[in-house]
């Protein structure tokens, strides 16, 4: 509401009569997409991708940012009364829909609830696009390297660059037949489009022989003519390091996305990086140390009050990273509203909207 | 007053007391979710639609019981919002839901003054200070005289009767109270700054007289007149009712006042004991908790204020089980008996008294430094 409005009087007036919250109480009454700000989006459809994987078919509101192919949305669910938000690749369908697909990962709470419990109907909220890899200029010969749930940036980048006519090639690891997503997508694109091949690569098949994990030799074998090439590569941490450095000994250009795992709690005492998003800076502090004093030491002064945890003058949001609660001794792994400064230490780096 | 229920609680039985009150917090915190979520919706819910029925049945007001109706509605309505959803909500109670419109730090309420302002006077001086003469504004908001251990002054004689003013016009006070008007007056405070200070607020007030006082009583066209004032009978129910809800958390004739010396390396139990001794409760059932924000329950509120307070009453057998094994007394009582302590210490100390000897040093010493 402090944002400075197109007319100030108007504003004023509006905010005095009814407020935004209000407002979309009322809205959501008349119908569930309807809101004063927020990017939301209804569950229209929901089909399985493998055994393991769901597409859903959202229907978002005019809040909801536009993306680019390889981009990733955080998608926002309520569960037991909490947001919860992860990452995911969004594509565009036909009617201006947006697809996601989602891997169920043991444990997750997101990939869990998206997979089993969600239905048509359900409302997420979708927040603005994030991520580097999308197509730069187009390259001669685009080389799409994906390993498992990897593949979801892929398809609407493979689709977008099917409109150059340009070649591209998708060497595509998974375990076997029944977790790869996409088949019938990507073996159709591959039919009807001459420049663009497609290797299946699965490395535990319940039958036929099984493929390497990536390596130099295998991808010269598949891929002729590297020489032109612009390498694109998603998937686990260690799959797409390895990418990256044969890219490097082959001086390809290269842009790779992993996704993050869960942080490792630093020992006590070790510093970790505190990326402060409102202030534009990012400290080292010493892990297991009050953030409130840490962040004091290293010269920043957040609002603070009691300093024990009663006040929740210095809550902030923070975006990620690990925290514990110093009275509790509980860690807290999502990303929070609220956060505590003055009761809360460091695990892990930090994202603090400061 | 020191109160002869209470024994003198030493470091070992305190460190105990704070295990003990701990392990009631971390019991209903680890219960914390949907429930939680679906009572505060539900509560937001009721603020709403009593709201629209209030204001729309105002509109309808030729037809006389049409405006009694609708003025308690926007009452009810106003009280429910300020008690229930934006107190609670700005102690951060709700804030591990993740939901922008009840998030701790940017929830704006239905008053007059500004919610920053609030966290700063409340939040942090009157919960952290609970009780301290000099440090948590609260006791007696400056204007008035509620404890002995107050330095009695001549303007007191009326206070009587500006305590009555002050409750009618409750939410202006807490408006003003964090602009500290006397700094401005003894020269303390400049004028630039008090201007800088007074931005917000002077913005937030308009916004509410134009909502009550222009927006909705235009909108009823011929029937301006009755809407004007059932907004104006509203707003002075909900004054009235949070003035006496707050008054009796805190100045029953049990509640206790302490020196600023007891900050002095306070620890955890001390602190907790504090909120015990300067907090009291009032006893009237469901409708009350609601109406109070459970501010019904204010000795729990005191000891956990960022616990979702509709919690606070199935708490409060816990908590009284420990006062009673500390030998703490946990004071509580109808409306109506604590009511009428707090009028008793409104008349009682707008005359002069001795000092008692609980902390008489303590006191005295303050009143020579300052």
Not at chain 1, 25 to 36: D, E, G, Q
Not at chain 1, 81 to 101: K, W
Not at chain 2, 188 to 194: A, D, H, L, P
Request: aromatic share 10%; net charge positive.
């Amino acid at each position: 509401m402090s944002t400075v409005p197109p007319n100030q009087a108007t504003s004023f007036l509006l905010d005095a009569v009814i407020s935004a919250d209000a407002f979309d109480f009322w809205a959501r009454k008349v119908h569930p997409l309807w809101s004063c700000k927020k990017p939301l989006a209804q569950i229209v459809s929901k089909h399985p991708e493998s055994e393991d994987a769901v597409t859903l078919v959202l229907k978002p509101n005019r809040h909801v940012s536009a993306f680019i192919a390889g981009q990733h949305v955080n998608v926002s669910v309520e569960i037991d009364g909490r947001q919860h938000s992860r990452s995911y690749s969004p594509r565009y369908l036909a009617n201006n829909h947006i697809a996601i697909t989602v891997k169920r990962i043991e444990g997750g709470k997101v990939s869990t609830w998206l997979c089993n419990q969600s239905q048509r109907g359900n409302i997420v909220q979708l927040n603005d696009p994030f991520g580097e890899m999308t197509l730069k200029e187009h390259p001669n010969h685009a080389v799409f390297l994906a390993a498992g749930s990897g593949i979801t940036p892929f398809l609407s980048l493979i689709q977008a660059h099917a409109k150059t006519g340009q070649r591209m090639t998708l060497l595509y690891w998974v375990r076997d037949d029944a977790s790869a997503c996409f088949t019938e997508a990507l073996t159709q694109l591959a039919q009807a489009n001459p420049a663009f091949r497609l290797h299946l690569l699965m490395t535990e098949p319940k039958d036929g022989i099984a493929s390497d994990r990536i390596h130099l030799a295998q991808i010269q074998a598949l891929v002729p003519d590297l020489v032109h090439t612009h390498w694109y590569a998603c998937g686990p941490e260690g799959f797409v390091s390895t990418a990256a450095a044969l890219a490097k000994q082959l001086s390809r250009p290269f842009l790779g996305e992993a996704f993050s795992l869960p942080e490792l709690a630093a020992n006590p005492g070790e510093h970790v990086q505190i990326h402060l998003l409102k202030s534009r800076k990012t400290l080292s502090v010493p892990s297991g140390e009050p953030l409130l004093s840490a962040l004091e030491n290293a010269g920043i002064q957040p609002a603070h009050g009691c300093r024990r945890g009663i006040c929740n003058t210095c809550a902030c949001p923070k975006n990620s990273g690990t925290t514990r609660n110093i009275l509790t001794q509980e860690e807290q792994h999502e990303a929070v509203s609220g956060l505590r400064l003055c009761i809360s230490a460091a695990c892990s780096d930090l994202t603090l909207d400061l | 007053m020191k109160n002869l229920n209470t024994r003198t609680l030493s470091a070992q039985d305190l460190a105990l007391l704070a295990k003990e009150l701990d392990a009631v917090r971390a019991r209903a915190m680890a219960d914390v979710g949907e429930k939680d979520a679906r009572y505060i919706r539900r509560v937001v819910a009721l603020v709403r639609y009593s709201a629209f029925a209030g204001r729309a049945l105002l509109m309808l007001s030729f037809f006389p019981p049409a405006w009694v109706l609708g003025t308690l509605l926007l009452a009810l309505s106003k009280i429910v919002e300020n008690m229930e959803v934006a107190h609670n909500v700005m102690h951060g109670q709700y804030d591990w839901m993740g939901d922008p419109s009840l998030n701790g730090q940017t929830y704006e309420w239905d008053l007059v003054g500004t919610s920053d302002n609030w966290r700063t006077s409340h939040n942090f001086m009157h919960h952290t200070y609970t009780n301290i003469k000099g440090m948590d504004d609260d006791v007696g908001y400056g204007v008035l005289r509620l404890f002995p251990e107050q330095r009695w002054k001549p303007h007191y004689l009326f206070q009587p009767v500006y305590a009555v003013i002050f409750a009618l016009l409750f939410q202006w006070g807490i408006a003003i109270q964090e602009l500290r008007l006397g700094q401005l007056f003894s020269g303390k405070k400049s004028k630039e700054k008090f201007a800088e200070e007074f931005a917000p607020v002077k913005r937030k007030m308009r916004q509410q007289v134009f909502k009550d006082y222009f927006f909705f009583p235009l909108l009823a066209g011929p029937f301006l007149l009755p809407v004007l004032a059932g907004n104006f009978v509203a707003n002075g129910i909900r004054n009235i009712w949070t003035y006496s809800i707050i008054f009796c958390g805190h100045f029953t004739r049990d509640a206790e006042i302490f020196p600023k010396s007891v900050l002095k390396d306070e620890s955890r139990g001390h602190w907790y004991m504090r909120q015990i001794k300067g907090s009291s409760n009032l006893e009237g059932g469901k409708l009350l908790n609601l109406l109070s924000g459970n501010l019904s329950h204010q000795i729990e509120h005191h000891l956990f204020p960022d616990v979702p307070a509709w919690r606070y009453a199935e708490m409060s057998k816990e908590v009284r089980a420990i006062c009673d094994r500390h030998g703490l007394h946990y004071n509580t009582g109808s409306f109506m008996k604590q009511a009428s302590q707090v009028t008793w210490r409104i008349l009682r100390y707008a005359f002069p008294s001795k000092t008692p000897s609980a902390h008489l040093n303590e006191f005295r010493a303050e009143s020579t430094a300052g």
